[in-house]
């Protein structure tokens, strides 16, 4: 009677010890977009929100605030590196849940979580040793542009790099716990292996894969120090990927010792900041609820 009495009292304290904790962690993302926001305040009484997104001007010495460059330039980058990453991703996914040897695909599954912990300046640093003269010398003039290296398309190839653990674990993930029985049954009927990850697995592992693709969206997004490095960091509309540009954080980064001293310049860069927030922490919503509600439709169809 005792023992279970300890038990119970036990499992009441483990539960309100993890409320507290989700208590806590909600508290402190709901303090931190209510710092960010009351921090935006200054320059949102001054410019209304429309100049400061759609506006090309940025002179913080002038009073001109406009982050349409950083805007375009980080959706830009962000959709083409997804565009590289996500076909080489699922690609590489099938191969490992599919085809690759059970001997391998753990060692290289651990390579692929081990690459995900990789600092992104270190992704940077490798990327200006071998993708700045790779896109200076080889990808320029075979489109015939002259371009130093340091451009957009260079920052979407090593943001794409960054992507592929995201995508691929997830991918990997999602087809792994699927049923034996039902490759089976597929199988049974005469279809090729082919046939099977087209006609069913893709379906059936959908909604990871697609929360997956969001989630690397996320990720890529708001990564500062790997683009910064590579992408010229210009403030200007983006006129062709072999162009340099700006991203949202790599503005934060590039402003960030005068932002101390100048109250206004401070508020638009911490506006940044409450912009690059909302916008992950909606993507990996929408991620959520779009696996949830694929997940609930394919199961009834």
């Known amino acids: 009677m005792k023992q279970q009495k300890a038990r119970s009292n036990l499992d009441k ?3 309100y010890i993890m409320v507290i904790i989700i208590l806590a962690v909600f508290i402190f993302f709901a303090a931190l977009f209510i710092m960010l926001l009351q921090r935006s305040q200054l320059i949102l009484s001054r410019y209304p929100v429309w100049e400061l997104l759609f506006s090309s001007e940025w002179d ?13 330039g980080t959706f830009f980058v962000t959709v083409f590196s997804l565009m590289i990453a ?16 059970s001997a391998v695909k753990s060692y290289f599954q ?6 995900a912990g990789v600092p992104s300046v270190v992704f940077g640093l490798c990327a200006l040793l071998v993708l700045v003269p790779f896109t200076r010398d080889v990808m320029g003039p075979l489109f015939g542009v002259n371009t130093t290296g340091m451009c957009v398309f260079t920052a979407a190839l090593v943001l794409a790099a960054m992507v592929f653990p995201v995508i691929i674990s997830l991918t990997v993930e999602s087809l792994s716990i699927l049923p034996i029985g039902l490759r089976e049954q597929f199988l049974s009927l005469g279809a090729t292996k082919w046939q099977l ?5 893709f379906r059936a592992a959908g909604p990871g894969i697609i929360s997956g693709i969001i989630l690397g969206f996320g990720r890529a997004f708001g990564e500062t ?10 403030n200007i509309l983006i006129p062709s990927v072999f162009s340099p540009g700006q991203t949202l954080p790599g503005l934060i980064v590039g402003s960030f010792s005068e932002m101390m001293s100048v109250p206004e310049h401070q508020s638009a860069l911490i506006f940044v900041s409450l912009i690059l927030f909302i916008i992950v ?20 169809e």
């Open 197 to 201: 990850i087209e006609t069913v697995l």
């Open 281 to 300: 922490l909606f993507f990996n919503i929408l991620a959520n609820i779009i696996k949830n509600k694929l997940k609930s439709r394919w199961r009834y």
């Open 225 to 234: 120090m790997a683009v910064v490095m590579v992408i010229g960091n210009k």
């Open 13 to 15: 304290t483990i539960k």
């Open 86 to 101: 996500v076909p080489i991703s699922i690609l590489s996914a099938v191969y490992i849940s599919e085809y690759m040897p």
């Open 110 to 115: 651990a390579f692929i979580d081990v690459l």
């Open 60 to 72: 913080p010495n002038k009073g001109l605030y406009g982050f349409l460059p950083a805007v375009t």
